[in-house]
């Protein structure tokens, strides 16, 4: 199968990436799946009923959130009857939506998509690990799923890189968000899983964050209450990674995905 | 001027690709000046004198630190007779050693090298955005020093990022450390600075952060005391970024350097 | 029932408070229950299986512990046969030990006595308030336990308030540990449940934390390694609370225990 | 002299209790000089200047702050006339504001006031040791000033004990703030300054941290956005201590003073 996914959608100019170019990029690489970080699509902060209709219809079979799930308020409401986004698991129970989703992608496959959230230098959640554990013995790979995807919203590369190796052989990607900035350490570890410890973001990097970088700056500076911060509006870049998997659902090529007008270039060449 | 920068050195692994690698780069890319970071050169805690010989014959220039400088305790007297290393400038007055030096590159140029520690999910620290404004104050990009390489060792992609803004057109470059992964964001700012989020380790990717992974994966999963970290064996891959400069000390060009077995090589195809 | 709690007992002088005070203690107040925290009795780090049996001897029914529970590996052996030692309830499932334990009290009454640790500046546990929920659902006051006490180990104020709010009416008493100063907010809350954010610890206060003071004061304004930290050597004062229930096991008189040299001494009169 | 420190005041109760209590103790009590902590008057966040004008004419000498200096962005502006208001030293240079200010107390004395913030668990700032050393090495007691009072706002005990230690002897009064909770630690240190760890708030203290309760216990349970923070509005107490210094400034008897509905109440009976 063929797995796109795609990191945090900040504000306007990233959804404008999202909606300009995945249509296209979907039919030419022949995706299977579609998977996008949504938790900063709205303004950077959340996520409203219309801007994830929007992303969904751009080509992603589902969105995952993170630390912002809830900004908008409105998802706490939406989020019950849109099957398709996705919160993190190990948010307390009774939370609003679901942390796993079993979608049926192109061909009727059925990819598990997981997201939960670190801890290190993060809000007090329940353990990660034991909740991607519950999600993929509930639909294990090559049982249940014909593909896992894990959307590992974390600060620390520690966490991030101990979650990869845990689920090893267990996911075909386990990828993380949340630091907007896409690191260039792609590759497919031993037991068959893809990984990335930051997919990086959809915005525009000529920025903090997506956010326009005066006030970031500021705040670093001066410790006095200032401006909203507000998304950053020059062209977005998307970021991501490629995978490809086998008949096990384990991947067998990983290429990190930079398309835009900050970033150097990357994509899936085997697939053009 | 051509300079490259190497990020955190951990263990053996590390420091082999530093020895085996860096004296070969140096002459085939002509390298004006190096600068390495040493802060897990030995063992994956802080460097020992030997170890800090060993990555200056091998062809640095100057050596940088972080949080773990004064792991290895001899540091904190050997640091006082070699003035090119260098450590964090905003540890506090009084800390053995120095935050900034003014290296003699090839040619007699002469390179700023400032290092300073983030303070976001770190270490209580001054302000080392306060640090670097007073380190570049005292040796002006263009009038003191032919070229300015800061080494932002924090954990938050939005102070490395804030600190580059801040810094720009008056740096050469400002490379982030500590996360142990590089980041794919290398680019020129508007001002000039070559900016990097994080330079990654020169260390052992098949492990958690350069150390053995069962150790860091398990203290993720269990809370109670296990076996001490120890620094992976596998062998070692190169990491950084190499940065051209014009006239004004200011980049031109900037490309990340990942040399060895397990993540997607880059190199400066303009040097070659 | 008659009950008395008493804070993190440090080191030496934290023992010598317990062993020379408890016994006569428990018979001048006709004691029913009394519950010590001992997660520091080991030079400040942990505790042994003989200091937990001394503790034990002196009069304690139960000890509990916090984030310094396992310092002394031999705990992970000794509290698996040690039933009066109870460990934090939100660890990982899997630690060993328990978080909570039925106490068989003077005359045969039942005494429940939970452990949980605080998340806010503490590390990364699964939700105390809901393993506290869980606990006490098991052995609701009244019905299975004759009395509930709740040793919740945390740094934040609100965190404490807020268990103490939310257990209120279920728990005869509710009480902080983990910041070693004794707060004086000793009360009864509307539902019942007498509260204390913090009981203080037994331990020599001419210190920092119990621990002799230079090198915890120099740690302030070096960041460079130094001296072990040790616990202080002074003469221990005895912190913790009295608490008096009715039939119902829900508290009718509180008051703050104070017995040693550095602090304004304070008991519970009305045994007197 | 005799000095009265009132903690953290919350919202209308504890503004009630300053300006219904404050005149007559000052009265009663002969106090040469009262330093009242405002950071949380105005609804719990911050100060406005017509709040800081009423605590000022209840019989304040000078009001301190912390982390929320300026919630209420007319501190910005109002602080800058108002020399009695006095932020944490430790804040960025060009900070609106002072640190420290040399109060004339009854009878001419002078008072030097010094706000100073931690670190541990708070946020980023310069070194508050350094920058209390600073405040008093201008304005030595014994010799500038006739009494020294340090407010340090912060949230772990290990360190506002350490300021204690580190200014003992230097100071007439270290007084901690922040956590809203009184300890019961009041003391002369060896060198003759008095310590408390925390003042506690003056406010309603049936409340979390003097807010309406049921919002912060839902927080703790609960990972999705609710209702706003709104100061609880039941009678508040007072809370602070009372010092009397001798003709070098040192105390020679500390006292804790808890007035109102709640907590056990405590008070200089030596001045009665
Ligand atoms: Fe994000
Ligand atoms: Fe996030
Ligand atoms: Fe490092
Ligand atoms: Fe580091
Ligand atoms: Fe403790
Ligand atoms: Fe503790
Ligand atoms: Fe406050
Ligand atoms: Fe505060």
Chains 1, 2, 3, 4 share one sequence.
Request: glycine letters at 12%.
């Amino acid at each position: 199968m063929r797995l796109l996914f795609l990191g945090d959608v900040v504000g306007r100019p990233g959804r404008q990436a999202v909606m300009e170019r995945l249509p296209a990029l979907r039919e030419r690489w022949l995706l299977d799946c579609v998977v996008v970080n949504g938790e900063n699509a709205a303004g950077g902060f959340g996520i409203t009923e219309a801007i994830c209709d929007e992303i969904l219809a751009a080509g992603a079979d589902a969105v995952t959130l993170g630390n912002h799930s809830f900004d908008q308020r409105e998802a706490l409401v939406f989020i019950t009857r849109q099957t398709r986004l996705v919160r993190p698991a190990n948010y307390p129970p009774g939370t609003p939506g679901r942390g796993a989703m079993l979608v049926e992608a192109r061909g009727g496959a059925r990819v598990l998509v997981v997201n939960v959230m670190g801890r290190l230098y993060m809000d007090a959640l329940d353990d990660p690990f034991a909740a991607a554990d519950r999600e993929l013995d509930a639909c294990p790979l090559g049982q249940v799923a014909d593909a896992v995807i894990v959307d590992v919203h974390a600060e620390a590369t520690s966490e991030k890189q101990a979650m990869g190796y845990h689920l090893d052989g267990r996911a075909s990607l386990v990828v993380g968000t949340h630091t907007h900035v896409p690191t260039a350490d792609a590759r497919i570890l031993p037991g068959g899983t893809a990984y990335l410890s930051d997919a990086g973001m959809c915005g525009d990097y000529e920025s903090v964050l997506g956010m326009h970088r005066d006030e970031p700056v500021r705040r670093f500076l001066q410790k006095t209450p200032g401006a909203r911060l507000e998304a950053a509006t020059g062209e977005g870049t998307l970021c991501g990674i490629a995978v490809e998997t086998d008949g096990r659902g384990l991947a067998v090529r990983a290429a990190p995905v930079r398309i835009g007008p900050h970033l150097q270039e990357a994509g899936p060449d085997w697939w053009e």
